[in-house]
């Protein structure tokens, strides 16, 4: 890029108070905005640069180093794809400030509605060091986001008479009794409630032999009593009743669950049954050719992630996105703190302690201790169904695009009508969760059920603190699916008949990051004007 000269610079400057409490919330008041315009940038343009479109902006803080100053980046953004259809040009705009102001790096983004694909954006780099652009093509890690693909095998599989909902796991694997397990259902399992968020004599180098991963998961004792629906069990246990998210424990109980009911691994199910038939890349143990097309995630540190959440919100505050006195004491940052607290106090942590379920969750594999793992090559190519599925938005939207058709899109079937309503299928009331710390309502399928009552996004209960739907007002709550740690989403809405796929390279802290959520918002806005 060296040589480009911008096409245009927009360049905002705010007056900002920041103060910190004596109990350390951090408050950011906007007293001010001015906007400098003028000459050849009076108006915001953009350039095609060879197969690209060239932005160039300014915006307030660094990316990396995330230090909360009046210093000013120079941000390229390359648009590698640049498809949206008349009526969607909002979605465009949100995909586009995001970069300008929420310290998006590179990232992708993909809609179906009614069947057609209506945005289809890619833009960015690699990192903020390289002018590798970032297109549609570049393969990413989506952490939770593959949990999607993990419950419609599950639903495939049911749908194809092998699994059954409410059947214990132990019957279609025996072993899996062991230490009072034997009353597990698959649907308990699926909606994080087995009792089995962490598997500790399980390391990541186990996952490459799946005989000997199968025997380590079938001897895990229970963390707790699973709970159904009523909140009941059939055996007398001293253990509580309690429901905890899974984060990647979870897809590992699937794994062979899938594989004795089907003789394949679930990696090599969707390759075979879902990516291979919609012509689309979604890996779950990704081959070793391909790890030169998967972009590494940024700003993975402990440290750098608190950061990112300060920084963010900075940004967030620029583009006016939140209430000018919004401060840090909110359900994410209380969820941070408690983590953080129970992580320092290790194994000393006692079963009783409130933060030991969250530990625990986040402690499996040691992957989300150590930051380096997931950009690492054994991260890829083991098979951890609930978290390293290795994709791009593409994929993503095209996969739900046939779940937001019900089953059915493209000339592909993925679930019967009957199978798609059972997996779809939810409780009237959402569970709390002891790892997340909020209420989830979940769907047979493992999926986040959003209430069309406004309580719920994603299936996570938004706590009156946040004033989240204060700053979204658009949002359609009433969507499946689920996210990925540091923003990935995947979403439909067989109602509306709409399906999102995204992606990024910059990692998010919060529980609900903002970047996906902004376009959403966008999304209902155009999809409301459309329906007018």
Same mark, same amino acid.
């Given at each position: 890029?060296?040589?480009?000269?911008?096409?245009?610079?927009?360049?905002?400057?705010?007056?900002?108070?920041?103060?910190?409490?004596?109990?350390?919330?951090?408050?950011?008041?906007?007293?001010?905005?001015?906007?400098?315009?003028?000459?050849?940038?009076?108006?915001?343009?953009?350039?095609?640069?060879?197969?690209?479109?060239?932005?160039?902006?300014?915006?307030?803080?660094?990316?990396?180093?995330?230090?909360?100053?009046?210093?000013?980046?120079?941000?390229?953004?390359?648009?590698?794809?640049?498809?949206?259809?008349?009526?969607?040009?909002?979605?465009?705009?949100?995909?586009?400030?995001?970069?300008?102001?929420?310290?998006?790096?590179? +990232?992708? /983004?993909?809609?179906?509605?009614?069947?057609?694909? =209506?945005?289809?954006?890619?833009? &960015? $780099?690699?990192? !903020? #060091? *390289?002018?590798?652009?970032?297109?549609?093509?570049?393969?990413?890690?989506?952490?939770?986001?593959?949990?999607?693909?993990?419950?419609?095998?599950?639903?495939?599989?049911?749908?194809?008479?092998?699994?059954?909902?409410?059947?214990?796991?132990?019957?279609?694997?025996?072993?899996?009794?062991?230490?009072?397990?034997?009353?597990?259902?698959?649907?308990?399992?699926?909606?994080?409630?087995?009792?089995?968020?962490?598997?500790?004599?399980?390391?990541?180098?186990?996952?490459?032999?799946?005989?000997?991963? +199968?025997? /380590?998961?079938?001897?895990?004792?229970?963390?707790? =009593?699973?709970?159904?629906?009523? &909140? $009941?069990?059939? !055996? #007398? *246990?001293?253990?509580?009743?309690?429901?905890?998210?899974?984060?990647?424990?979870?897809?590992?109980?699937?794994?062979?669950?899938?594989?004795?009911?089907?003789?394949?691994?679930?990696?090599?199910?969707?390759?075979?049954?879902?990516?291979?038939?919609?012509?689309?890349?979604?890996?779950?143990?990704?081959?070793?050719?391909?790890?030169?097309?998967?972009?590494?995630?940024?700003?993975?540190?402990?440290?750098?992630?608190?950061?990112?959440?300060?920084?963010?919100?900075?940004?967030?505050?620029?583009?006016?996105?939140?209430?000018?006195?919004?401060?840090?004491?909110?359900?994410?940052?209380?969820?941070?703190?408690?983590?953080?607290?129970?992580?320092?106090?290790?194994?000393?942590?006692?079963?009783?302690?409130?933060?030991?379920?969250?530990?625990?969750?986040?402690?499996?594999?040691?992957?989300?201790?150590?930051?380096?793992?997931?950009?690492?090559?054994?991260?890829?190519?083991?098979?951890?169904?609930?978290?390293?599925?290795?994709?791009?938005?593409?994929?993503?939207?095209?996969?739900?695009?046939?779940?937001?058709?019900?089953?059915?899109?493209?000339?592909?079937?993925?679930?019967?009508?009957?199978?798609?309503?059972?997996?779809?299928?939810?409780?009237?009331?959402?569970?709390?969760?002891?790892?997340?710390?909020?209420?989830?309502?979940?769907?047979?399928?493992?999926?986040?059920?959003?209430?069309?009552?406004?309580?719920?996004?994603?299936?996570?209960?938004?706590?009156?603190?946040?004033?989240?739907?204060?700053?979204?007002?658009?949002?359609?709550?009433?969507?499946?699916?689920?996210?990925?740690?540091?923003?990935?989403?995947?979403?439909?809405?067989?109602?509306?008949?709409?399906?999102?796929?995204?992606?990024?390279?910059?990692?998010?802290?919060?529980?609900?990051?903002?970047?996906?959520?902004?376009?959403?918002?966008?999304?209902?806005?155009?999809?409301?004007?459309?329906?007018?």
């Amino acid at each position: 890029m060296n040589g480009i000269s911008p096409v245009f610079t927009l360049l905002t400057v705010l007056d900002l108070t920041i103060t910190i409490s004596q109990s350390h919330n951090l408050t950011i008041t906007t007293t001010q905005v001015h906007e400098f315009r003028g000459g050849k940038f009076e108006n915001i343009q953009s350039k095609c640069v060879g197969n690209y479109q060239l932005l160039t902006f300014v915006r307030i803080g660094r990316i990396f180093g995330h230090v909360l100053d009046n210093s000013f980046v120079t941000i390229v953004m390359l648009l590698s794809q640049d498809f949206v259809a008349p009526g969607f040009e909002r979605v465009r705009e949100a995909f586009v400030e995001n970069f300008r102001s929420r310290l998006e790096v590179g +990232a992708s /983004l993909v809609i179906y509605y009614k069947g057609k694909k =209506v945005v289809d954006l890619a833009g &960015g $780099v690699w990192n !903020t #060091k *390289s002018n590798k652009p970032y297109t549609p093509d570049t393969l990413q890690i989506v952490f939770s986001s593959t949990k999607v693909v993990e419950g419609l095998v599950a639903a495939m599989l049911v749908d194809r008479g092998l699994l059954d909902w409410n059947e214990p796991v132990a019957r279609y694997w025996p072993e899996f009794a062991q230490k009072d397990k034997e009353h597990i259902t698959v649907r308990q399992l699926l909606k994080h409630q087995a009792g089995l968020v962490h598997v500790p004599a399980l390391k990541l180098t186990d996952l490459k032999d799946f005989d000997r991963t +199968a025997k /380590l998961l079938a001897a895990q004792e229970l963390y707790w =009593v699973p709970q159904d629906e009523r &909140g $009941v069990h059939p !055996t #007398k *246990s001293k253990l509580p009743v309690r429901q905890a998210y899974h984060a990647l424990s979870r897809g590992l109980f699937v794994n062979e669950l899938v594989r004795r009911v089907d003789g394949r691994t679930l990696g090599r199910f969707v390759f075979d049954e879902i990516a291979k038939p919609l012509g689309i890349e979604f890996y779950v143990g990704l081959p070793a050719e391909l790890e030169p097309r998967v972009c590494p995630l940024l700003s993975l540190s402990m440290a750098q992630r608190m950061k990112v959440i300060f920084s963010q919100l900075y940004c967030t505050c620029l583009a006016k996105s939140v209430h000018p006195s919004h401060h840090l004491d909110t359900a994410e940052s209380r969820f941070v703190k408690t983590l953080i607290s129970g992580m320092k106090k290790g194994k000393r942590l006692p079963k009783t302690d409130d933060t030991y379920i969250m530990v625990a969750t986040v402690s499996c594999l040691d992957v989300l201790l150590k930051p380096t793992v997931p950009n690492s090559r054994l991260y890829h190519e083991v098979e951890i169904p609930s978290a390293n599925g290795v994709t791009n938005a593409r994929a993503i939207a095209k996969i739900a695009n046939v779940l937001a058709n019900r089953g059915r899109a493209d000339g592909v079937q993925l679930l019967s009508e009957s199978a798609f309503e059972r997996a779809h299928e939810h409780s009237p009331h959402p569970v709390f969760d002891e790892a997340v710390r909020r209420d989830i309502h979940l769907c047979n399928g493992g999926w986040g059920k959003g209430t069309c009552d406004g309580s719920g996004l994603f299936g996570i209960t938004i706590p009156d603190d946040n004033r989240f739907l204060d700053r979204f007002p658009e949002l359609d709550k009433d969507s499946t699916g689920w996210c990925g740690a540091g923003g990935s989403l995947f979403q439909w809405n067989a109602e509306k008949n709409y399906a999102i796929g995204y992606v990024m390279n910059t990692m998010g802290m919060q529980l609900v990051v903002d970047r996906p959520i902004l376009i959403r918002n966008a999304l209902m806005h155009c999809i409301r004007a459309l329906e007018q």
